[in-house]
């Protein structure tokens, strides 16, 4: 009994002295990334963006600005969500998504940006920055600089959940790295 256990103590001590040898080893890849690695990765998540007249969704790299959608041939412009309790586009708990169309610029076939009005017309006079659905039924356009505030307000650019979830997880990484800092 003896002999097994002297035997059973030192194949542990070995394999606790190769753990400790191989274990800052293995940690050397734990490096945190750089600023520059983590802001990358965040440009290059998904964002969602929509075509003004048939609305059709495209999944796209948030790098990407408006651009021309090549089964359509229509611009496509971000997503943004309206959170205004009173929206006539909301539908039950699910807000209203729409294209925030800029009606100042506008994308050429070539990818490249221009200022002017984009083919899909002014955007009936709405402004970028405001839902179409709200602008219409409250008469935005004739209402006070108050109320054109609190319905601009309401509007934020949509994130996919995906999207939410990974730059949670980005910001942690960044938070880390901040404490890991000497």
Not at 42 to 69: C, G, V, W, Y
Request: positive net charge; proline residues 10%; aromatic residues 6%.
């Amino acid at each position: 009994m003896r002999r097994q256990f002297s035997i059973g103590s030192k194949l542990g001590i070995k394999l606790l002295a190769v753990a400790l040898i191989c274990l800052p080893i293995a940690c050397e890849d734990d490096k945190p990334r750089s600023r520059d690695d983590l802001f990358t990765e965040q440009r290059e998540l998904p964002k969602l963006f929509m075509t003004a007249k048939t609305h059709k969704r495209i999944e796209a790299p948030a790098s990407r600005n408006i651009f021309i959608d090549e089964g359509t041939g229509e611009t496509a412009w971000p997503a943004a969500e309206c959170h205004a309790p009173n929206c006539p586009g909301r539908e039950g708990d699910t807000l209203y998504l729409f294209p925030d169309i800029n009606p100042a610029m506008h994308a050429k076939p070539d990818g490249t940006i221009a200022p002017g009005t984009p083919p899909e017309g002014n955007n009936g006079g709405k402004p970028a920055g405001f839902c179409p659905k709200c602008w219409k039924a409250f008469n935005l356009a004739n209402a006070g600089q108050d109320k054109q505030r609190e319905y601009n307000l309401y509007v934020k650019p949509h994130v996919l959940p995906e999207t939410a979830k990974r730059m949670a997880e980005l910001e942690q990484e960044r938070r880390d790295r901040r404490n890991r800092r000497p």
